[in-house]
C-alpha cells in the first residue's frame, strides 16, 4: 500500500462514532459543567499558536467550540468568530459567557450543526477563515472532513487531539470488572500523526508539536459515574444492570461522596499554513 493511502485508511477508520444524536445528547448532558472551564494565562494552546500567527484583526471558525472558551479568547485578541457546535445547550451557555464578557459577536454565525451536515457554500464559509480551530473536536471523522476543513480556511488550520492518555482510577475499574486494559481514546491515538503525514503528502508543511499534563482529581460519585460508563462499556453504556453495578462500586469505593483518580495525557498540537506548500 502507498504511504499517503495508508494514512487516509487509517483516519477513516480511527474508531469514531457516527452516532451523531447521541453525541448531541451527551454534550447537552454536560453542558453545564463544561461552561465552568476556562483558560488559564499560560494556556498552552492559545500560546503556541500566537506564536505561528497573529489573532488581531482575523477571521477564525471553530468547529466544536463547545461552552465557548476559546471564541471568548480570540475575541479578546481582535479577532471575528464563526462557530459550529452539535449541542444547542453549548451554545447558550457560549451565548451568555459571551455576553457576559461584553463581546462582540454575531450569534447567527454560531451555527447549530454537526460539522458533517454543515454547508460550506450556503453558509458563505468556503476559503472564508484565516484560522480553521479544532480543539479535541470530533469532526475530523474522515478524510471527507479533514478536506472541508481545508476548503473552510484560506490560510491557516489547527488542530489540538489527545495521543496518550492515562487514569488510575479507569485502570482500576476495567480491573474490577474484567475488563481488557485499554485507555480512553485509543482508538484515535495515532489521528494526529496520520493527519500530519496526510497533510505533508498533499503538499502541505504542518508543524507540530506535543505537551504533557498530570493532574489529580476529584470528583462526585454521579460525575465519576457518567463519565466512567460510556468509558468501561462503549457500546453496552446503556446496560441498566451493568451500569447499577458501575454505581455501587464508585459508591463503595468513594470516601465523602468522592473519588479521586491521577492522569497523566499527552497532548498534540497541529498548525499548518495553507499558503505554503510545495
Known sequence: MHLLEYHLAALNDSGHSANLQRSEENWDRRAAEVSQFGLAADDFALNWLQGKMTLQGKRILDISFGAGRYLQAFLQHGATVSGVEISRQMIEHTRQRLDQAGLPYQAAELLHSAWEHTDLARQGWQNAFDLVFLYFSPALSSVAMLEKVLQASRQSVYVSLYAHREDSLLGELQEAFNLPRRSVGADSADDLQHLYNILYLWGYFPHITYEERLKTSH???????????????????????????????????????????????????????????R
Open 219 to 277: 470528583h462526585a460519585v454521579d460525575y465519576i459515574f457518567e463519565r466512567y460508563a460510556s468509558w468501561l462499556f462503549k457500546q453496552d453504556s446503556a446496560d441498566e444492570t451493568r451500569r447499577q453495578q458501575l454505581r455501587q462500586t464508585l459508591q463503595q469505593r468513594s470516601v465523602d461522596g468522592k473519588l479521586s483518580t491521577t492522569s497523566r495525557d499527552v497532548v498534540g498540537h497541529l498548525y499548518v499554513d495553507k499558503r505554503l506548500r
